[in-house]
């Protein structure tokens, strides 16, 4: 089974939480101190890790100390260009700069600016830097296959930040983990902050816990705060099978051997535009000898008397049928790619044995074979190895 890495958020998640985890979890505090100073700001901020324990559970504390009077908040390019400038290793590079850039297009799009317009304390500071770094640092030593997270907890209240009171959870950090499993009240105050969720944005593959999981170590990062509840996150490292996707559809069917061809495409357009997950139609002989066709359509239970209706108007049938289909499904998940002939949708899947397989979504490629003035064999060729590249890459990091 592959390597997995399992997050389990029930107070939460902070950048030095994550940090006292990763720690606590196994990485060597020399090399995470070693790999900081690369930045060639270490004149800037001091770290420090101790064992601490919160009600009772005892893991690793990691406060991050601004030692420079003049440390100052940075905008998006100046940290790229840190980062770009410094000595750590490509991989840790990538991941840091990546995470920096979805926290950056979180609040741009919070305060309605362009992204190279933000510049603001939350991603500047020197604190944020060594939380995001470190953890890029943390993740590319442990490297996981895949990484699991069960719901986060965000808190409840008001926080103070640069821009004065916000709601729990920020705007930043609401947006952030849209489509993740949240609570929320469980705790008073911000639970999960803007750089903890960046983290698991960029780092989680799986939004539940693994079907199956064998766990090797379990660790603690011990939060600043004293919640009603232990305020730490646990890390855990072991094998895990990918969980399989499940969901229960109803598929609705009828026989047609009296329409004219031209009527299936518009047909098939107006139920996808309901929602259908899938529309296919299969030859068939029906009675008489007569040569007919069978419409299949997949859909969510909700959507079954519209797809009925619609069916039934915009066809000759006079009757359909129907029954409950259960599918189960491979995780996926969409990424942009950028290649050499310029960005694509990556549609990525996992498979049982925590491999993954990938292909360019065909419209990008059929555009960019276009715009290029070169055959789409040849740009899907083209695009197939710059991909595949930074997928072996990424496996050898």
């Known amino acids: 089974m592959p390597k997995a890495l399992l997050y389990e958020c029930f107070s939460g998640i902070a950048g030095d939480m994550h940090l006292g985890g990763m720690l606590d979890l196994g990485v060597p505090e020399n090399h995470l101190l070693s790999e900081l100073s690369k930045l060639g700001i270490d004149d800037e901020f001091r770290v420090k890790a101790k064992q601490q324990t919160k009600m009772g559970i005892s893991g690793t504390h990691v406060t991050v100390e601004l030692t420079s009077p003049g440390s100052h908040s940075r905008g998006l390019p100046e940290i790229q260009d840190l980062l770009n ?78 821009h004065g009171l916000m709601p729990v959870p920020t705007p930043a950090t609401a947006l952030l983990l849209e489509g993740a499993p949240t609570t ?27 079907s199956s ?18 305020n730490v996150v646990r890390l855990s490292l072991g094998e895990a099978n990918v969980a399989l996707e499940t969901e229960t559809n109803v598929c609705v069917e009828c026989n047609i051997d009296d329409m004219t061809p031209e009527a299936y495409e518009p047909l098939s357009e107006r139920l996808f535009a309901l929602g259908a997950r899938d529309v296919f139609y299969t030859p068939i002989v029906m009675k008489k000898s007569r040569p007919g066709t069978k419409l299949s359509v997949l859909a969510s239970s909700d959507l079954k008397d519209g797809i009925i209706q619609c069916i039934l108007r915009n066809s000759t049938t006079i009757g359909v049928r129907e029954w409950p289909v259960a599918k189960t499904m491979l995780p996926r998940r969409s990424e ?24 360019a979504e065909h419209d990008d490629v059929s555009a960019i074979a276009t715009e290029q003035d070169v055959s789409y064999l040849a740009a899907r060729a083209e695009i197939d190895r710059s991909i595949a590249s930074q997928m072996d890459s990424s496996d050898g990091d």
């Open 85 to 162: 400038k410094s000595a750590l290793a490509p991989g840790v590079k990538k991941r840091a700069s990546d995470m920096f850039e979805l926290l950056a297009h979180a609040e741009a799009q919070v305060h309605a600016i362009p992204v190279e317009k933000v510049h603001f304390h939350e991603v500047g500071a020197v604190d944020a830097i060594v939380d995001i770094t470190g953890a890029a640092i943390c993740l590319e030593y442990l490297a996981p296959s895949n990484v699991f997270c069960s719901n986060v907890e965000l808190g409840s209240g008001m926080v103070k930040c640069a």
């Open 213 to 230: 999981f064998v766990s090797t170590k379990t660790a603690y990062g011990v939060g600043t705060k004293d919640f009603s509840r232990p």
């Open 336 to 359: 942009i790619m950028t290649t050499s002939l310029g960005e694509v949708r990556v549609k990525v899947v996992t498979l049982p044995d925590g491999s993954i397989r990938w292909k």
């Open 184 to 210: 929320r009240g469980n705790v008073e105050g911000e639970a999960t902050t803007p750089t903890g969720a960046t983290i698991l944005a960029h780092t989680v593959d799986h939004w539940c816990h693994p």
